[in-house]
């Protein structure tokens, strides 16, 4: 066993581990916690392929944006466990269902005669100085161009349509228009009133 | 340093000994960077106090020295803090997460530190030379928010939970800046790694440095760093006058050390930063004699003093923002300077070399 193989149990051992705690971890937070180890660690198997900017990108989008908007939700749920636990039967036939298809697919890709490993030969070493972020960078913009600009104009309605879906006019609220504020002039403020002084009794 | 690598594969045999050979090699390495950085961190922690408190007509800490020195008055304490900090008891509050309550400085130190491997510190040392330096630190930073926000969820208590709500979103926000901003840095410099970015700045003199071209950037990208670290003004995660401390109310002794430590060395990482992208890194301002007899670590050295200076002055000088005031900073005013500032760079890449190679244009776009 060389040194890469053992990075790579260790870390398929980690991600396998702390994929089974997201699904059986009691406490929600506890699973959101277990599945940004489970996208650290697969994004350390992904360093192993070469694919850094894959990598580092999961890390900086899943880990660092996604999963820290999950937490923040997730932290705020008052759940009551007995309740999560209540229909555990009656959804279990419908679970197992799903988790059979899964396999099956998963087995179907793994086990058939176009998809196995025998089928990819193991793409050649690249020299250390070999940057595949300009290649992806390449590719993207060159003849992946409709399809990426496709999911881009699909993620600007999505923008849109989250922002549509939380934007509405409520009366009473205390927001400030800042424009408003810093025009704001002293004489709009403070008024200067001339006093005779008083006589002491 | 052949003979250690000898010494290795004769002790561990021909297929571990060159494995370990590096792994020792960048323990080593790693301690080389680590330990300076955190005498950077106590002495920043001193400088800070002292500087404030001239700016405040005070004199700051001046009692604590080595030996009974006199006029070395004050250059001990940040020693006798550590001292101090080790000794104290760590107290975990009834009713917190214990195994998160004790992960969450960890998780808040880890990254700060990890950021370091790729940062240069002269045109040959670095640590990990890396394609996707910049990459790697922004993901990196972005990983340093879940140690404050697991801090205030495990400490059970609810100053420590707004604290950290605040954090989180706060954070979340500004990285999108932070990254928009060096965006326009990795189009004027075609490459993700630290060294290369440098090296896109030389050319003579400081007028090279990007902090020309991009000086809306610039300063998007270093208040973006101050909202990250969550210093003052944006130290509303702290907040000691609505809760308390925020994230780190329940902490004590080395526990709270770390987080002190973290977000030093934060800040100390960001300044490093804006250096190596905007200011020039290790070069020089003028190409000629005297300054270019100093040597380049000297000079990064100066320019990343010169910028902590500026977050200790910010602290000093400015109140704390309102939390919606924040947010509108971010959204409102920071995004979409940085998206126009990418059109504005992407279409002066597209002019013809005619123009791109003339006086100024071609001081930046080679």
């Known amino acids: 066993m060389s040194f890469p193989d053992i990075i790579f149990y260790f870390f398929s ?69 007995d309740y999560l636990r209540e229909g555990f039967w009656k959804w279990f036939p419908f679970g197992a269902f799903l988790a059979l298809v899964m396999a099956t697919e998963m087995a179907a890709v793994l086990m058939g005669k176009q998809f196995g490993a025998d089928q990819m030969p193991a793409p050649p070493a690249r020299a250390a100085d070999y940057s595949n972020t300009k290649e992806l960078g390449r590719l993207i913009y060159t003849e992946y161009v409709y399809a990426f600009e496709l999911a881009a104009v699909i993620l600007l309605v999505a923008i849109v349509a989250a922002i549509a879906l939380t934007l509405r006019q409520r009366i009473g609220t205390k927001s400030m228009d800042v424009a408003k504020q810093v025009a704001v002039k002293r004489e709009d403020r403070i008024r200067m009133v001339s006093m005779p002084s008083e006589k002491k009794e | 340093m052949e003979y250690a690598q000898q010494l290795f594969g004769n002790f561990f045999g021909p297929e571990w000994g060159p494995v370990l050979y590096v792994v020792a090699k960048d323990v080593l390495l790693i301690f080389a960077i680590v330990l300076p950085l955190m005498l950077a961190v106590a002495y920043l922690t001193f400088a800070e106090r002292k500087i404030i408190a001239f700016m405040q007509m005070r004199v700051g800490p001046n009692r604590v020295t080595f030996f009974g020195i006199p006029w070395l008055g004050g250059w001990a304490q940040p020693i006798a803090d550590a001292v101090k900090a080790v000794m104290k008891e760590i107290i975990i509050p009834s009713g917190a997460n214990k195994v998160l309550f004790v992960l969450a400085p960890v998780l808040t130190f880890a990254p700060a530190l990890a950021a370091w491997a790729v940062v240069p510190f002269s045109p040959e040392v670095v640590l990990a030379d890396i394609n996707a330096g910049l990459l790697y630190i922004l993901a990196m930073t972005s990983m340093g928010v879940y140690g404050v926000i697991i801090a205030g969820w495990a400490s059970n208590s609810k100053y420590a939970f707004l604290g950290a709500m605040r954090s989180a979103a706060q954070v979340v926000s500004y990285e999108l800046a932070m990254g928009f901003a060096l965006v326009c840095v990795l189009m004027m410099s075609q490459s993700l790694n630290l ?71 934060n800040m100390i990482l960001v300044a490093t930063l804006a250096t190596i992208i905007f200011l020039g890194g290790w070069l020089p301002p003028i190409n000629i004699a005297p300054f270019t007899l100093i040597p380049g670590f000297i000079w990064l050295i100066l320019k990343i003093g010169f910028l902590l200076f500026c977050f200790l002055w910010f602290r000093a000088t400015f109140p704390r923002y309102r939390y919606d005031q924040i947010m509108r900073l971010g959204w409102k ?17 597209q002019f013809p070399p005619s123009i791109r190679n003339a006086f100024p244009l071609n001081l930046w776009f080679h």
Do not use: C
Not at chain 1, 33 to 57: D, H, K, Q, R
Not at chain 2, 214 to 236: H, K, Q, W
Not at chain 2, 334 to 348: A, D, K, Q, S
């Open chain 2, 195 to 265: 060294g290369d970015i440098v090296k896109g700045q030389q050319g003579g003199s400081l007028l090279n440095w990007y902090v020309l071209p991009l000086f809306p950037m610039f300063l998007v990208y270093f208040i973006s760093g101050v909202a990250e670290t969550n210093r003052a003004p944006f130290d509303v995660a702290e907040g000691e006058s609505e809760i308390v401390a925020g994230f780190h109310v329940e902490y004590s002794g080395m526990a709270f050390t770390v987080f002190f430590l973290a977000e030093y060395s």
């Open chain 2, 333 to 349: 005013v920071f995004i979409p300077i940085t998206l126009v500032w990418i059109l504005v760079i992407g279409l002066v890449m």
């Open chain 1, 13 to 81: 051992t980690v991600l396998v581990a702390s994929a089974l705690g997201v699904i059986t971890a009691r406490n929600p937070v506890h699973s959101a916690l277990l599945l940004v180890l489970a996208f650290f660690t697969s994004a350390g198997l992904w360093l192993l392929l070469e694919a850094e900017f894959l990598a580092i990108t999961l890390v900086l989008v899943y880990v660092g944006a996604v999963m820290v908007l999950f937490l923040f939700v997730v932290m705020m749920l008052d759940i009551n466990l």
